[in-house]
């Protein structure tokens, strides 16, 4: 089944264009914002090189005060999206809040229904290069996610969690 397909548009813009930029923000080149009046950026955020920060028409994509964003991050918010304070996330980090409810053979996945989960990065957690965060997820304050993990499911304050599908390894 085919379906027409539109364009999100360019990602470009301009810091008024948010719904909130704190004082002291860096955007480096190449960072794409969609529904920029949906994204909320505390002071002193930084957005490394080629991020795309993907705020959603009914959704909110909320950066807290102080936190760290590497290069090449993809942050989706259709389900909602809440990073803290002072949270480190690695380049080529991947946090969605949205999938494909399965709806049978008879249906492509594509055109399955979306489904939305929020996910919580809970202030001072730190997420290792290429880690990806699935919807409904929270992670913990101060916990620590490892390189290239897959965090399906909650990960305790304080705890650090590794693999795929992430596993709480030892509290900090």
Same mark, same amino acid.
């Given at each position: 089944?085919?379906?027409?397909? @539109?364009?999100?548009g360019? !990602?470009?813009?301009?810091?008024?264009?948010?719904?909130?930029?704190?004082?002291?923000?860096?955007?480096?080149?190449?960072?794409?914002?969609? *529904?920029?009046?949906? %994204?909320h950026?505390?002071a002193g955020?930084?957005v490394g *090189?080629? $991020?795309?920060?993907?705020?959603?028409?009914d959704?909110?994509l %909320?950066?807290?005060d102080g936190t760290?964003?590497?290069a090449?991050g993809?942050?989706?918010s259709? +389900?909602?999206?809440?990073? +803290?304070?002072?949270?480190?996330?690695g380049?080529?980090? @991947?946090?969605? $809040?949205?999938s *494909?409810?399965?709806?049978?053979?008879d249906?492509p996945?594509?055109?399955?229904?979306?489904?939305?989960?929020p996910?919580r990065i809970?202030d001072?957690?730190?997420?290792g290069? !290429?880690?990806?965060?699935l919807?409904?997820v929270?992670?913990g #304050? !101060?916990?620590q996610i490892?390189?290239?993990?897959?965090?399906? #499911?909650?990960?305790p304050?304080y $705890?650090?969690a590794?693999?795929?599908p992430? #596993?709480?390894?030892?509290?900090r």
């Amino acid at each position: 089944m085919s379906r027409a397909r @539109k364009s999100h548009g360019t !990602g470009a813009f301009s810091r008024e264009e948010l719904a909130a930029c704190g004082e002291g923000c860096v955007f480096e080149a190449g960072v794409l914002v969609f *529904h920029p009046g949906r %994204v909320h950026v505390g002071a002193g955020v930084y957005v490394g *090189h080629g $991020t795309i920060l993907h705020g959603y028409h009914d959704a909110e994509l %909320v950066i807290g005060d102080g936190t760290w964003i590497g290069a090449q991050g993809f942050f989706h918010s259709a +389900g909602g999206l809440f990073i +803290g304070r002072d949270v480190g996330v690695g380049p080529a980090v @991947k946090v969605l $809040t949205s999938s *494909h409810a399965e709806a049978g053979r008879d249906v492509p996945i594509l055109h399955s229904p979306l489904t939305f989960a929020p996910v919580r990065i809970e202030d001072d957690a730190d997420l290792g290069i !290429g880690a990806i965060v699935l919807p409904g997820v929270t992670i913990g #304050r !101060g916990a620590q996610i490892g390189a290239g993990a897959v965090v399906t #499911r909650d990960v305790p304050p304080y $705890t650090v969690a590794a693999g795929s599908p992430a #596993r709480v390894l030892r509290e900090r």
